[in-house]
């Protein structure tokens, strides 16, 4: 009975690692052997598709594009979302609910219902093709997900905090900045994690609102196709590099992450 039990973990653990062991199998093989066998090791080992990639502009630009507007997009969402967050958590007034509620429809719909307005709009005000333009749209979708997460974790914080930081003399932004931040670090890591992840896979919007100068990594790997089909080597070398920014950023906030699951509205 114990043997089974430990069966069912590994078996799992198994199952959910075999597609990324099969990229990273790919990456190391030429479009042809993938095509042609059918190996679980690279027969003529190659790092000519990890070559490509670093030596090639369009491709490593892709890479510093994409990380550049989710870093601008993690930071800005979680900035507007504290204050609003705390709003939530500390004060009734009228509307609060259907606010709160208006905030999380905003999350609910589709990236491809606000696709062409964003377009306009950025083409009118000339930020277009811009890593900017793309870190703002995603606000609209990572702001709400933010305060939800961080209102639950602010809410578990006992608002006698506040008032003897008040009675010894703290003004607000000295108290929010000094005491209560520090005590919803756990709820930061989390929504800092879930809006950086969003980020970084959402596809649609990153592909709409740019073009060439700011073209992410995700527009770049839909436009491999050459005379001869898709170089599915390449393919698989940038699909390994595109997980590792997730699994650095899921090493650093792991424990906020546990925490955030025992703790907050994970």
């Not at 870190?135 to 578990?156: D, K, R, Y």
């Not at 756990?186 to 596809?203: K, N, R, Y």
Request: charged share 10%.
């Amino acid at each position: 009975m114990g043997r089974a039990r430990g069966l069912v973990p590994a078996v799992y653990i198994l199952f959910v690692l075999l597609p990324i062991y099969w990229l990273l199998n790919m990456s190391f093989k030429t479009t042809n052997e993938i095509l042609g066998s059918f190996t679980l090791f690279p027969s003529e080992f190659t790092v000519e598709n990890y070559t490509k990639i670093f030596s090639d502009p369009t491709w490593y630009g892709g890479y510093i594009n994409s990380l550049i507007y989710v870093v601008i997009n993690t930071v800005l969402s979680v900035a507007v979302a504290l204050p609003a967050a705390y709003a939530f958590s500390r004060y009734r007034f009228l509307g609060d609910k259907h606010l709160f509620f208006w905030l999380l429809t905003n999350r609910m719909a589709p990236p491809a219902v606000f696709a062409l307005p964003f377009l306009q709009l950025y083409s009118a005000v000339g930020l277009f093709d811009t890593p900017i333009a793309v870190a703002l749209a995603h606000t609209l979708f990572n702001v709400p997900l933010a305060v939800w997460i961080l209102e639950g974790f602010m809410s578990s914080v006992p608002k006698e905090l506040d008032e003897t930081a008040y009675v010894d003399g703290y003004s607000f932004w000295r108290f929010f900045l000094r005491i209560f931040v520090p005590t919803i670090a756990a709820g930061i890591g989390v929504a800092a994690f879930f809006c950086f992840m969003f980020s970084w896979v959402e596809l649609l919007l990153a592909k709409t609102l740019t073009s060439v100068e700011a073209k992410p990594i995700a527009a770049t790997m839909t436009r491999t196709a050459s005379t001869s089909g898709y170089e599915l080597g390449l393919l698989a070398a940038a699909g390994v590099l595109t997980i590792i920014p997730g699994a650095f950023v899921i090493y650093f906030v792991r424990n906020y992450i546990a925490k955030g699951f025992a703790l907050g509205r994970v």
